[in-house]
Structure formats: C-alpha cells, structure tokens
C-alpha cells in the first residue's frame, strides 16, 4: 500500500514563492508523479509531472516559468512555486502512477494515477 503526505502550503502574499514537498511510503514501485490542484467550485487540474528524478517535467501552460517539479532518488516529490498569483490559489494534491508517462496527455489525466494524498491549502492573497 502507497501512502502519500502532502506539506508545504500556506498563505502567502502575490509574488512570493512556496515549496511543496510529498513524502510517499509504502511498496515502491516506478512510476511517473504529478501535482494536481483543485480550487472551490471548480474541477481537480493538472499542474505538473515527472517521469523519474531527474527528467524534464511537463507543466500546465499557466504555471510554466513559475514552477518547477522535482523528486529525489528516494521518496520525496516537490514543486517549488514562485512569482505566485491569487489564481493559484487551491487544494494542491501529489498523486503517483504505477506507469511512467512520457506522453504528455497521459501524464496529466487525474486518471493516470493510482494514489494520491490528502492535499496541502495554498492561499495566495493579492
């Protein structure tokens, strides 16, 4: 069983940056991961994805330039958020698949994945 734990969200002011951080446990398997993010009212988007450590990620047209996705040889996926918008403002999930995407319609189709977390609030104020 895979568990996965989202931290790093907040309140922060327009422009500024956060670092979120998704600690996964359980039996590895290799698979791409993603964050996904869900504000009120409106349906779970793709954010970003990453194949394995150290390949190039696929982002969300909006969000590219700003955020950068990332994960260590070990069990830890981030995404570090910068030059931040209120309309980033949502509910930011890290989700893992049993399969690695390379495709970039796959890598962003909630669907794609097996597991997700809990969710981490990130609120940005203007």
């Known amino acids: 069983q895979v568990q996965l734990v989202e931290s790093g969200g907040g309140l922060v002011q327009a422009g500024d940056s956060l670092r979120l951080s998704c600690t996964y446990s359980g039996r590895f398997s290799a698979g791409s991961m993603a964050w996904f993010r869900q504000a009120p009212g409106k349906e779970r988007e793709f954010v970003a994805s990453i194949p ?47 399969t690695i995407y390379y495709d970039t319609q796959l890598a962003a189709r909630d669907q794609s994945y097996a597991y997700w977390g809990q969710g981490t609030q990130v609120t940005v104020s203007s």
């Open 52 to 98: 394995r450590n150290g390949e190039t990620g696929f982002y969300l047209d909006s969000v590219k330039g700003r955020f950068t996705i990332s994960r260590d040889n070990k069990n830890t996926l981030f995404l570090q958020m910068v030059s931040l918008k209120p309309e980033d403002t949502a509910v930011y999930y890290c989700e893992k698949a049993n």
